[in-house]
């Protein structure tokens, strides 16, 4: 019995990967499906009242945007001639580097809570 459902599963499996790659035949015109319009459409709509309430750090927010325009030409024209050796290297350093900054991001958040003996009596 419990290889028939590994069979299913595995059968399931090959016919996911199989209908995934099913636009990727037809070429870039036939990749996008119906979903990915409605959800570009649906975008600004949805973020209208996100954005009139100024929820967001705006000079964040253009930093991000006119920085992706060199992070794509670097990324295109540098990082894409690199050895994969090397790629794999740089892609542990800068995960190593993202989680140092988390845990001391943490750690000094730790500092800052209000220890017991701070608080005072109401």
């Not at 750090?57 to 050796?85: D, E, Q, R, Y």
Request: glycine share 6%; proline share 6%.
């Amino acid at each position: 019995m419990p290889i028939r459902r590994i069979e299913h599963a595995r059968n399931r499996f090959l016919r996911a990967l199989h209908d995934s790659g099913r636009f990727a035949r037809h070429g870039a015109a036939h990749s996008v499906s119906n979903h990915d319009g409605s959800s570009a459409f649906l975008m600004p709509v949805a973020s209208s009242r996100f954005l009139k309430s100024h929820a967001y750090n705006a000079p964040a927010a253009a930093g991000l945007g006119l920085g992706g325009l060199p992070a794509v030409l670097v990324a295109a024209f540098i990082v894409k001639s690199l050895p994969l050796h090397a790629l794999r290297w740089l892609v542990m350093a800068v995960a190593l580097w993202a989680a140092l900054l988390l845990f001391c991001s943490a750690f000094h958040e730790m500092e800052r809570q209000v220890t017991p003996t701070q608080v005072t009596p109401l």
